[in-house]
């Protein structure tokens, strides 16, 4: 008797559903995803039950540390012909005698949050590595001596009037610095803030 | 990478036939690909975006021809915010010159501060409730716009309803700051304002304040 010979055949499995699958899955993540702006500082924002969405566009982000320390971040605003970040960091290098080249001007308009006096920016923006650069995030000056951060809101409403503000503190961070940091926003006409917080859902009931 | 399997036919005879190719690309490499793709988006993606919670501070102008509006004792509830998550509150003014209000000390739990709340406020509470769940029942048809435009019109109607001091002292953290002005949205509460606290509050919460004479 002849032996039955099973033809050997290459185990190859149709993976097509699976590829279609992983597209669409793919496309989808893809298309909603919103990347996280990097920040110089971790905050944890409280709770509450607002659901406005906060403003992507045209806003002064504040952020304030666990440690009530206060960092700034600013966008290049509506016009893409003006970068704003670089419009007002000319002026702060104006104001603190320092100066800046084209390339140093370019870098810092591309990048996020910080929080440094004015003399260390040139320092920070020149770090190659960014574990060098969570070195100078040591929080901007806000005592009255050397109110840095007031002049910094000053110059962004002069470049960008509508600009909007976040206020996104720490729900450890005390009121006191919140408080300082609002109290100088006022002094700039700011009266209406945006406070971050995360949504989570409460219901009251009226007892009879 | 990717190799095409070729299954040869079998030649038979002397005739020459063109090779068949299969049609089986082996997407492993690809699959490999998406797979690291999906798996750096799923992480990177932020579905909760953060939400705002707005505020609008009483503007701050030394201006004397303007005077501060006219507050009625009565209507007026101050919360008063501490620090180790403590939380007071007092009906009318602290004036030094008047025997002290009692200051009663409560916490932010639905039985604490809300519960106050509520019941100084129903009027308003149950007009919004009431408008929101017909709403969200079908009942009445209105665009977010206009809901938001009735609700306000809600809240200004009742003169009676509360206004609401909020001051906090040094040792507050922001997280309390926030919790209470959440419980104004929560309580559906018009008026409400942050202001800064007065020594003698301060004092109230410290228990070293004094009383002065009640007016014979």
Known sequence: MPKIKAPVRTPHIDMTPMVDLFALLLTFFMLTTSFRPQEAVVVDTPNSVSEKVCPEKDVITILVGKENKVFLNFDNGPDTAVLIRKEVLKKIAEQYGLTFSDKELKTFSNWASFGMPADKLKAWINTADSKDRDVFQTGIPVDSTDNQLNLWVRFIRLQNPNAEVAIKGDGEADFKAVKHVMDILQDNQVNKFNLTTNLQKEEAKLEE | ?216
């Open chain 2, 1 to 216: 990478m990717a190799e095409i399997i070729q299954e040869e036919g079998k030649q038979k005879g002397g005739k020459k036939k063109a090779k068949k190719f299969s049609t089986h690309i082996d997407m492993t490499p690809m699959v490999d690909l998406m797979c690291l793709l999906i798996t750096f988006f799923m992480l990177t993606t932020a579905f909760s975006k953060p939400k705002a919670m707005e505020i609008t501070m009483p503007e701050k102008k030394d201006d004397p021809t303007v005077k501060a509006p006219e507050i009625q004792a009565y209507r007026t509830v101050n919360i008063l915010v501490s620090g180790d998550d403590k939380i007071y509150y007092y009906f009318g003014l602290a004036d030094p010159k008047l025997p002290l209000p009692q200051l009663i000390a409560t916490d932010y739990s639905k039985d604490g501060i809300r519960k106050m709340l509520l019941q100084r406020n129903k009027v308003v509470f149950k007009a919004v409730t009431e408008l929101r769940e017909k709403v969200i029942k079908g009942e009445e048809v209105m665009s977010d716009s206009t809901l938001t435009r009735k609700i306000k019109e809600l809240k200004k109607s009742d003169k009676l309803a509360p206004i609401i001091l909020i001051k906090a002292d040094e040792k507050a953290k922001y997280k309390n700051l926030v919790d209470i002005i959440d419980e104004m949205a929560i309580c559906t509460v018009a008026n409400y304002a942050v202001v800064d606290i007065a020594p003698l509050e301060k004092q109230m919460i410290d228990g070293t304040a004094v009383s002065a004479p009640a007016p014979k």
